[in-house]
């Protein structure tokens, strides 16, 4: 029962440069929802500052989105979205640049 | 409307006749590109390469905002401007290079920056809206104004070796703000973090495809229906490309929502505060 | 190589700092790709695009090859020339709009069409291939030609609504024989069937970015490993884009595995034989 | 037990403009291999000269390759594969234009 997570808009640069990784769910512990993935996701980030730029409020921070199996996080149920074994998350940051 | 055009000059049949030949375009689909008028806004990295495709392409009107000048430094990812026009307003020097590319279409040209003052008289004027720009504010202003006067808005970025392109506010489909209610406490731009010439290129030259296919459906020649969707592209990535399902319009959004509040009178009269609506104030080092 | 240069200009300095200040690049990749040379086979659809991002980022020399000249009929989609450029070779059109982009670029033009008289010689000058062409015949001779010369090749094609990009010939990666060992029966074109722009402008520009990927990886900058990949477009299609993992060299090509007989002697002593390898005669109807 | 099989590079002009068609695996009888799938999709073509642009020599004509999964054909077994639930099929002719 394992996941993918895959980081993009430069989220990368908080998990120290990695682009992706495979989880067990187990590691979740009991509740394996999106809220539980992000709050782990979150304790990986050591440094407050740069913590702040993953995770705010109990929930990713403004500008984050949250994808599942190419879907929009909102299509499904957001942070309470159970993952299931297989499933591909990608955490995205918007870009401004052009 | 009015001022529909009906017919193509010889010229014009033999300069569009390889997309013509395409049966989902023909003659009907020539004539609704040329009925068709587009707003740039953002002359550089992304509206380069979409004002180059869409002036090709036959699109009758095109719109040039930027208040910005040809800078060298910026040439290897703003691929129609030059070396010799460096200190020309990036509207005009593209508008010389456009002309020459296609003397049929009709351009026009705002050398002025986005703002709330001047933005929604002159989107009204056209018919779909690109964002080319590079700050998060321009992006919320250029949303939020798109809402108010009804118009579907293509929008690239672009950072690094990524790009993302979504077509915010057509059919059911989210605004920026649907998407993302709120700012973000940190921006980086091309000049701090670096930017890939091809990188922007391919995403601007997508804009100018979603133009030419919203185009095409906004006049009924397209009748594929529209599902809401976000392209994110990383140049390192296997595989390189995501495309995305992304949420239908809101009800909770403040600028589309049936209780929206960021209205033009409330952007207008209240300067102050709609800013910190379109950038949060860093709570931490812009050193993402 | 003795050529190699090791220094930029304080005007390269600057022009090239926004690609530069990406810890991926940095000095040692902008040296890495001024000391790279490039030959673009076609200016057309995939070449200008492509051309113009490959200038724009400094790489060093670009040999520019193609027999045709500007026609207003095909600005649609060869977007770096212009309408007063009509009649005039496409590489000399192409070198005076790229060496004002960025003079700093050392541009060669090839006011002919790719052969097997002249190819091998030419191919040979150059450290990356690409082949923006628009048919069978001399796809197969350029990968017949990078095979012999052992020069990667990066290919891209389109129709209609489609593309198609890949790299061939590089590390254990395929040649195009080996992922298509004999012609197809059905041929179309551009002319016949239609394209549309941004779709050929997009593969193009992405060329241009596998350009920049591969001229960094073959001097030791990007140290990713490269693993033998096809892309394919679709406009209409979602998801839009597929990366596909592809075979490797295959033991049975007949143009790179170790019983090849598509050598450039006989490419050179048996020109009936050779287009029979490079074009079938069509058995149906080419309407494919 | 069904597939999902997508045509490009022009060939669902061959298909009666289908883009792509879900199949029951039970619809290719005993052998559920790709060249079961091949012949399968090969009836369905009328046309004598159409089929030929499909089929030839008891195979996909050249210029086409089948991917499955995203993979190339060529790192499975090919005509041997033997098909499963789920799989994607891509049958793509490859373009020469420019
Ligand atoms: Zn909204
Ligand atoms: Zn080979």
Known sequence: ???????????????????????????????????????????????????EL???????????????????????DKEDYNLEDKDQVVFVSTLHGG | SDNEQEQLSHEEYARY?????????????QLALKNSSVLIIGVGGLGCPAAQYIAAAGIGTIGLLDG???????????????????????????????????????????????????????????????????NQFTRYLISDVCVWNEKPLISASALQFEGQLCVYNYCN???????????????????KSGILGPVVGTMGTMQ????IKLALSMKGINKEPFIPFILLFHAFRFPQWKHIRIRSRQQSCE????????????IESSPSEYVTRCDATPKAAKSL
Not at chain 1, 13 to 41: C, P
Not at chain 2, 173 to 191: D, E
Not at chain 2, 255 to 266: E, Y
């Open chain 1, 1 to 51: 029962m394992a996941i993918k997570v895959e980081l993009l808009g430069g989220l990368d640069m908080l998990f120290r440069k990695q682009k992706e990784l495979s989880l067990e769910l187990a590691e979740l512990g009991e509740v394996k929802t999106l809220r539980s993935l992000i709050h782990f996701m979150a304790e990986k980030i050591e440094s407050p500052t740069q913590k």
């Open chain 1, 54 to 76: 993953f995770y705010l409020d109990g929930t990713v921070r403004p500008g984050i989105i949250v994808l599942v199996n190419d879907q929009d996080w909102e299509l499904l």
């Open chain 2, 17 to 29: 006749g390889r997309q013509m030949i395409l049966p989902e375009i023909g003659l009907p689909g």
């Open chain 2, 68 to 134: 910005d000048v040809v800078d060298k430094n910026n040439l290897h990812r703003q691929v129609i401007h030059s070396t010799s026009k460096e200190g020309m307003p990036k509207a005009l020097s593209a508008k010389q290079f456009l002309q020459d590319l296609n003397p049929h279409a009709k351009i026009n040209t705002y050398v002025e920056y986005a703002s709330p003052q001047n933005l929604f008289e002159i989107v009204a004027a056209y018919d779909i809206i690109l964002d080319c720009t590079d």
């Open chain 2, 173 to 191: 489909g989210p605004c920026y703000r649907c998407m993302f209610p709120n700012p973000a406490p940190v921006v980086t731009s091309c000049a």
């Open chain 2, 208 to 211: 100018a495809l979603e133009t």
């Open chain 2, 255 to 266: 600028s589309c929502g049936p209780h929206k509040v960021l209205t033009r009178s409330f």
